[in-house]
């Protein structure tokens, strides 16, 4: 059996690795579908909450991504403003964390030639192609209740942030309705994801 990562951020960052490409995609969403991963697991463990339509700390535990810090020392604000919030840093954290475990390798490179950026390659496919299973697999077969919640939340995440490595176009239409039943389970940070990506499209 193959290991994965344990965390759901560490997870949705390698679901976003395109195997053929052999590069990362993300199409500049990466850092909202990471920290909505975050709040996500946040909000599966009881450790976030929601009051009023917004999230708020909820039981003590661990806090990895300092989410709960964040949320502590703020007056209450939207899902989507978390959302948002240091996306280019949770990616470099996440790349990070999946370095040291030795998940993925990283070098620097230039883009164009000109502009510095960094090469991602995971180590071994598998881990990847695992990911991808279980994301599928929920999108089929069981009620989704029964349906593990961090595959669930995959699913959720990967149709709002429209990661096409995990659910292309039109596979987010034909399964719309297992989509809603995977999303409703999984919190508000996934739908939040949604409406932050169509704010951006609407102001471009």
Do not use: C
Not at 85 to 95: C, E, F, Q
Not at 96 to 104: A, K, S, Y
Not at 124 to 137: I, Y
Request: charged share 25%.
């Amino acid at each position: 059996m193959v290991e994965t990562p344990d965390g759901l951020p560490s997870r949705m960052y390698l679901l976003a690795y395109d195997l053929r490409k052999q590069r990362l995609v993300h199409g500049g969403r990466l850092g909202y579908i990471l920290r909505a991963a975050a709040l996500t697991e946040l909000y599966l463990d009881g450790r976030v909450v929601e009051e009023k339509g917004r999230p708020v700390p909820g039981t003590p535990g661990d806090d990895p991504y300092g989410l709960l810090a964040q949320l502590s020392a703020s007056r209450p604000r939207t899902w989507q403003h978390w959302v948002r919030k240091d996306g280019r840093a949770m990616i470099r954290t996440v790349r990070d964390e999946l370095e040291r475990g030795g998940w993925i390798r990283t070098r620097p490179h230039r883009v164009l030639g000109v502009f510095p950026g960094t090469r991602v390659t995971v180590r071994d496919p598998r881990v990847v192609k695992t990911l991808w299973g279980g994301a599928s697999a929920a999108l089929r077969g069981r009620p989704a209740a029964h349906v593990n919640s961090y595959d669930a939340a995959a699913v959720a995440l990967a149709a709002a942030g429209e990661l096409g490595t995990v659910l292309p176009r039109r596979d987010r239409r034909r399964h719309r309705r297992r989509i809603a039943e995977l999303t409703a389970r999984s919190g508000p940070a996934a739908s939040a994801v949604a409406k932050v990506i169509a704010q951006l499209r609407a102001a471009a």
